[in-house]
């Protein structure tokens, strides 16, 4: 190519840049903003709207007395004041979320590999199943995916330049990272893996990496003692030991279908071995940098979390979510450097794009339909009926659908149903039924029954003093009305 084609050549790529990025933010806005309200809530994100109405001092007490940092819950606690608690609403902070990491990961992209990978890549997450049901979801896995491409945008930026202001920024966003999710900080575990392989080619970014994780300690130490007394222990946490079968499904989920999970590892398999012969001729090992991160990000991560999760039950694909941008990256990054045709890894990528976009779900729909479920109840409940909750802590969002201001009354909640006979209980008998005011007609609304009512005690209590008359099932959100029999009290 002489000087006259590369000037055509980059002319061309200067206009094809901003139609590509308007592009790609206006797929990420449809996708992610499209039938965004749609499904109710499920119990996990009642809870994250329950504690973004707190104070930020009680966001931060009660992030302090569970297994959830509070950074996530900070930033809804000022989206809900803003843009209210409706289900679009608050939803909404997460598809800007995963829309800017999409973005984001263009750049880095662009930058790091070449401009045609940063299409394929950033159109890989764009499409992306999972990414999509969690930039729907009003928990804080977009956030981690958005802290994640940051982190690895100044780790990358360490290992090459010299800048000032990058270990500062990767710091402080590995600071964020771990303030969001307790998981998530294996991706600086990842990057302390590759800082030490290029510790004799690049002590000074080995140095400065040691710098930044000493300053991440120094930082979150006044909030160590609360991560580890909150550390999962088996037999006390919903999870469980996992099997090679969540290990071969949590690589499915990030690929979103067999098929584009088998293509995915026939690239990066085929793309390591190229360029491991590669380096064996020049031993050239900063060139080893990006396929050395992207395979530990992508793999070594979610190996060290399957075994680890034999001891501390961790293992689930939304806890490593951010672990499928390191395969997206590598899957580009490694077709990329592959002997084929243009035109051959063109077809490739489209093949997998084509296979990830009909596998792609709009709108994904939530595992409990609660909404449905409460209009049932709020329909047919008249002032001589009792309303029996359960579980327990199904109070809340319950109480969401029943009377949002009672919902955001939280520290209030209990008393101000109960005033409305509704009362919530994980486990039943005799004592506590007798306990119930006297009503013509029960309403059980039930979920989660099997996690903390497995003998279903709140079932065979009402069944011995009430008779069954209705019953609807709502995905998971069951309710029955009971009638009592004569003569029972």
């Known amino acids: 190519m002489n000087i006259k084609q ?74 809900c004041g803003a843009f209210g608690i409706s289900e679009s609403a608050v939803r909404s902070m997460s598809a800007v979320f995963s829309i800017a990491a999409a973005l984001l990961l263009f750049f880095y992209a662009k930058k790091n590999i070449g401009l045609t990978t940063a299409v394929f890549v950033s159109l890989v997450f764009s499409l992306s199943s999972q990414q999509l049901f969690y930039a729907q979801e ?44 307790y998981i998530a900080g294996f991706l600086i575990a990842c990057e302390g893996m590759v800082a030490l392989i290029f510790i004799s080619t690049n002590r000074k ?94 793999f070594i991560v979610v190996v060290s979390v399957y075994f680890i999760a034999f001891i501390r039950p961790v293992f689930l694909t ?6 499928a941008i390191g395969l997206y990256l590598g899957t580009g990054y490694f077709l990329s450097i592959l002997k084929l045709s243009s035109g051959l890894k063109i077809s490739i990528a489209v093949l997998l794009l084509a296979s990830m976009a009909i596998s792609l779900k709009l709108h994904p729909e939530r595992e409990e339909h609660w909404r449905e479920a409460v209009n049932l109840v709020k329909k047919i409940k008249t002032k001589d009926d009792v309303v029996v909750v359960s579980v327990w802590y199904t109070s809340n969002i319950f109480s969401y659908y029943y009377d949002k201001d009672i919902f955001r009354q939280y520290n209030e909640m209990d008393q101000r149903l109960n005033k409305e006979n509704i009362f919530a209980t994980s486990k039943m008998d005799s004592v506590s039924f007798q306990k119930l005011p006297r009503s013509r007609r029960i309403i059980l609304v039930q979920s989660h029954q099997v996690d903390d009512d497995p003998e279903n005690s709140v079932m065979n209590t009402l069944s011995t003093y009430t008779r069954k008359t209705v019953s609807a099932d709502y995905n998971k959100v069951q309710v029955y009305v009971f009638e009592r029999l004569a003569g029972k009290k």
């Open 6 to 79: 590369e000037k055509i050549a980059g002319m061309k790529k200067e206009i094809f840049i901003p139609f590509f990025i308007l592009f790609l933010l206006l797929l990420n806005c449809f996708l992610k903003f499209y039938g965004i309200g749609n499904s109710s809530f499920w119990i996990d994100e009642a809870y994250s709207v329950s504690e973004a109405q707190r104070s930020l001092s009680q966001v931060i007490h009660d992030s302090a007395a569970t297994d959830n940092p509070p950074l996530y819950f900070i930033l809804l606690h000022f989206w």
């Open 138 to 181: 009003t928990r804080n896995y977009s956030l981690v995916a958005l802290l994640s491409i940051i982190s690895a945008i100044y780790f990358s930026e360490l290992f090459s330049s010299r800048k000032a202001k990058t270990l500062p920024l990767l710091t402080l966003a590995n600071v964020l990272l771990i303030a969001t999710h």
């Open 205 to 298: 970014f080995f140095l400065q990496f040691v710098l930044s994780c000493s300053l991440i300690i120094l930082v979150l130490l006044p909030w160590a003692s609360n991560v580890f007394n909150h550390i999962p222990e088996p037999g006390k946490f919903w999870l469980e030991k996992p099997t090679f079968y969540n290990f071969k499904g949590v690589y499915i989920d990030f690929a979103g279908n067999k098929f584009v999970t088998v293509m995915m590892f026939a690239i990066i398999a085929a793309g390591t071995f190229a360029t491991a012969r590669r380096w064996l001729v020049d031993r050239k090992r900063e060139k080893l940098f990006l396929p050395v991160f992207f395979n530990t990000w992508a």
């Open 318 to 323: 939304r806890y490593l979510l951010f672990c």
